[in-house]
């Protein structure tokens, strides 16, 4: 299995988007939040988490509650494709990971900007407030913590490939050379085109926060 990860708000999202439009199976509960402009969160993974964790709000405090007769939380996925947005904000969810599910997936992780996902968090509070306190972490954190993952997946042999955003989706051939560690794309460049669109704000609005923050 294909695993889209990263931080919350680097990216997963219009990854997990492109693969779902160029026929990829993808978990059937699984949607996507046009007021957020991203979704794709398998819910069962999440509540998984949440039940292992012992924390009442992981991820996030709206995912429903367990106790509602609904299907038991699952780590085992249905589909070629599955987004987890937040897996590379602690090493306890890749040790946690790795224990339940071995060395078969392969994962794309998301690096964006560490200051700029801070940022794009806060222009959402109103939602992210609610998250887990182990998401809610600074820039300097969420830095920190993803180094700290990418050493414990080397020390575990998985395997992954590395996707800087926005950089990733600014060509066709910046995508392939991507993800071609994990899975080779032919015949879906009309897809990206379809899906990718550099003239939406959120595209633009990077390019500059980036140069402001290098």
Known sequence: MIVIT??????????????IEAGYSMDPNVDWDEAI??????????????????????????????????????????????????????PVFIYMWHKHRGNDDKFIIMDRNKEIVFKTKQRRWDRFQYDSLLLQQSAEEMDIMFKKSLKVMDELGMKYVICPMPEVFLTWDNFCTCIEKVTFISGKEEVFDKVIDLKKIHYLDEMLKKEEVD
């Open 37 to 90: 402009s991203g979704g794709y969160d398998n819910v069962q993974i999440d509540r998984w988490f949440r039940r292992y964790i012992g924390d009442d709000n992981f991820s996030y405090s709206d995912i429903g509650d367990m106790a509602q007769g609904e299907v038991t939380p699952s780590i085992n996925p249905t589909g070629q494709v599955c987004k987890i947005a937040y897996l590379m904000q602690n």
């Open 6 to 19: 990263g931080t919350q708000r680097s990216g997963t999202s219009i990854m997990a988007k492109f693969f």
